[in-house]
C-alpha cells in the first residue's frame, strides 16, 4: 500500500495500515500515532476518513451566536471573557436578545446561545426566553448553554440534571453545544478550572441528554497544559459514550488562546501542532460523523487548510456579537461572513460548500 512506502517507524506503519483498512485503533495506539507519525502521514489518513465519510462536503449554516452575559460564577483560569474585578461587564436583556433575532429575520436556521454562568439567572428565566424565540421563530433551531451552565440553572432551579434537561427541551432547547469540556483528565482539569463540573459530570449531562432525545456537540480545549496523552484519553471517552448513544453530532478541536486571562505566560501552540491534533481526532473518533473548524477561533486561513486534514465543517455564518474568542486574543475581532464568502472560501480550498440545518440535514448544496 502506497501509505507504508512514506513511514519509516514499523509500529506507526502498523498502526496506519490498521486504519487504513478500516479498523479501530486503541488509546496507546493512537497515542504512538499521535507522537510519531509527521503531519503529512497523519494529514493522509485523516483525509481519507474525511472523504470516505462526507466526499468533499463541506457544511455550514447560517447562525446567530448570542452571548447573554459575561458575569460568572466561575473563574476558569484559560478563560479571557468571565467578568473580572473592576472590568465592564454585560447583561442582555431577554427583550435585547429577542430583539437581534427579530433582526436577523429570515436569514438565520439556528440561535447558538452560551454566556458566562449567571449567579442569579434560572432554569425558568431561560425557557421564558426560548419560548419567545420560539413563539417568534418557530423553525429556528436552538443550540444552547454548555454543561456547566446547564447543572448550575437545573440546580438553581431545584431540578436534577434529568428534571433541567426535560424542562429546557419542553421550553424549546434543540440541541446542546459542545463546550466546558476542556480535558476530562482530573489532574489537569483540577489545575486550569478547579471549580468547575468534572470531566464526569460533563459526559454525565451529555449522556442524559442523548437518552432524552438531545443531540449534543462536543469539544477539547487543548494547548495549554496538557500532554497528548491527556488529550488522546479525552477523545477516547467521548469515543466510549458516542457508542453507547449515538448522540454527538459532532466534535470541535478548541485551541487555547492566551490574551487576557491567567495561562497567558503559556503562549500558545504552533500551526503544526493545531493540524496534528485535528487529524488525529478525525482518525480517532471513528464514530463520530463530523470534525468542525470553529473559524472565528482558529483563523479562516488555518480553517482552509484543515480542511485537507479531517474536517469538514466551518461552524456557521455567526453575525457579529460572540466575544469567547476576541477576547482571548483571535484574529477577527467582529467575526461575521457572508454566504457567499462561506461559500467561495470553501470552494477555494477545491471543496463542495453545503448549507446544512443544525443535525447535518442537507438544505442547499452550492
Ligand atoms: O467552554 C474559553 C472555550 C468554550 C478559551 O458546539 C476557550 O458548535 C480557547 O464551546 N481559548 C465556548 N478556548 C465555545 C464553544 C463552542 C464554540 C463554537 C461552536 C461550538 C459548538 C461550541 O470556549 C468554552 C471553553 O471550552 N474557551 N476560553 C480560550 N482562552
Ligand atoms: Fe465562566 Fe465559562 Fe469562562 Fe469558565 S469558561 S469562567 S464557566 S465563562
Known amino acids: ?139 429556528v433551531h436552538i443550540k444552547a448553554f454548555t454543561a456547566v451552565e446547564i447543572s448550575f440553572i437545573a440546580k438553581k432551579s431545584k431540578m436534577s440534571v434529568a428534571e433541567g434537561l426535560a424542562a429546557l427541551k419542553e421550553y424549546g432547547l434543540d440541541s446542546i453545544p459542545g463546550g466546558g469540556a476542556e480535558i476530562f483528565d482530573e489532574e489537569i482539569r483540577q489545575k486550569v478550572c478547579p471549580h468547575k463540573d468534572t470531566g464526569e459530570e460533563w459526559l454525565y449531562l451529555h449522556e442524559t441528554a442523548h437518552k432524552l432525545g438531545i443531540p449534543t456537540n462536543a469539544t477539547i480545549l487543548y494547548g495549554h497544559i496538557e500532554n497528548s496523552y491527556h488529550r488522546i484519553e479525552h477523545l477516547n471517552r467521548l469515543r466510549e459514550l458516542q457508542d453507547r448513544t449515538g448522540g454527538f453530532n459532532v466534535f470541535i478541536p478548541l485551541k487555547y488562546k492566551k490574551e487576557n486571562n491567567e495561562l497567558g505566560y503559556l503562549g500558545e501552540v504552533s500551526i503544526i501542532e493545531d493540524i496534528k491534533l ?61 454566504t457567499d464568502d462561506m461559500v467561495k472560501m470553501i470552494k477555494d480550498a477545491g471543496r463542495v460548500p453545503v448549507e446544512r440545518d443544525s443535525i447535518y440535514g442537507i438544505i442547499k448544496e452550492y
Open 1 to 139: 500500500m502506497f501509505i507504508e512506502k512514506m513511514i519509516d517507524d514499523d509500529e506507526v506503519k502498523r498502526i496506519a495500515t490498521k486504519v487504513m483498512d478500516g479498523n479501530r485503533i486503541s488509546l496507546a495506539e493512537g497515542v504512538i500515532l499521535y507522537d510519531n507519525a509527521d503531519m503529512a502521514t497523519l494529514g493522509f489518513l485523516a483525509n481519507k476518513i474525511r472523504e470516505d465519510k462526507n466526499g468533499d462536503h463541506t457544511y455550514f449554516n447560517k447562525n446567530l451566536h448570542i452571548e447573554p452575559t459575561n458575569r460568572c460564577v466561575y473563574s476558569c483560569k484559560f478563560c479571557s471573557y468571565y467578568q473580572k474585578k473592576g472590568e465592564e461587564g454585560w447583561e442582555f436583556s431577554r427583550e435585547q436578545m429577542l430583539e437581534k433575532i427579530a433582526n436577523m429575520g429570515e436569514e438565520i436556521t439556528e440561535v447558538h446561545i452560551v454566556g458566562g454562568v449567571h449567579p442569579q439567572w434560572d432554569l425558568h428565566y431561560y425557557g421564558k426566553f426560548f419560548q419567545d424565540i420560539k413563539k417568534l421563530r418557530p423553525d
Open 278 to 338: 485535528y487529524a488525529i481526532s478525525r482518525i480517532f473518533l471513528d464514530n463520530f460523523g463530523h470534525i468542525k473548524a470553529y473559524w472565528p477561533m482558529i483563523g479562516k486561513d488555518i480553517s482552509q487548510l484543515l480542511l485537507s486534514f479531517g474536517v469538514d465543517d466551518f461552524d456557521g455564518t455567526i453575525n457579529d456579537s460572540t466575544k469567547i474568542y476576541s477576547l482571548a486574543g483571535a484574529e477577527d475581532q467582529s467575526p461575521s461572513m457572508s
